[in-house]
């Protein structure tokens, strides 16, 4: 004996919850860019707070880089740009913004490296270089920031929790 039970025979519940799947993932998405627009403003306030304005190249480039929505994660990618930095040899904001975040000692142990020739202050080789210290300016934003962000999310998935 074989028992046959359609559920939703046209598709109905089906299209009606890829529906709302997709809204909720365009609801969450809203919410994140939102939020990585508001960890971008702290970032640029923080570094401003501690002078690391880094000559004005670095503060304006942080923004939203990435955003990804396959319709159940969403993703929003907020930082430093990847375009070239001026004058750095080929790093992108992001490598000064790294830099900046996470200091550049390797521990410790010092290091030599030479500088461009076409600069005055930095040209020549340079010995027994210990690093800079850490001058983090993403992650005190992202800390500051992560409340109303939770917020912001909530608000997004409870208008669709009805």
């Known amino acids: 004996m ?6 939703d025979p046209q598709g109905v519940f089906a299209g009606v919850l890829n529906r709302y799947g997709q809204s909720l993932s365009a609801a969450v998405q809203t919410a994140l860019e939102d939020g990585a627009r508001m960890v971008a403003n702290q970032a640029r306030a923080v570094m401003a707070a501690n002078d690391n304005v880094d000559r004005g190249f670095l503060s304006p480039s942080i923004g939203t880089l990435d955003v990804a929505n396959d319709g159940t994660t969403v993703s929003v ?24 975040e996470r200091g550049t000692s390797n521990g410790g142990v010092p290091w ?10 930095w040209r020549g080789w340079h010995f027994n270089w210990q690093g800079s210290r850490a001058h983090p300016f993403m992650s005190p934003a992202l800390d500051a920031m992560k409340p109303s962000i939770q ?12």
Do not use: E
């Open 2 to 7: 074989t028992v046959t039970v359609t559920v």
């Open 77 to 100: 990618t907020v930082g430093p740009s990847r375009d070239p930095y001026p004058g750095r040899n080929g790093k992108s904001f992001n490598d000064i913004g790294a830099f900046l």
């Open 112 to 121: 030599t490296w030479k500088g461009p020739d076409d600069s005055t202050r």
């Open 151 to 162: 917020t912001l999310v909530g608000a997004a998935v409870g208008r669709w929790q009805r």
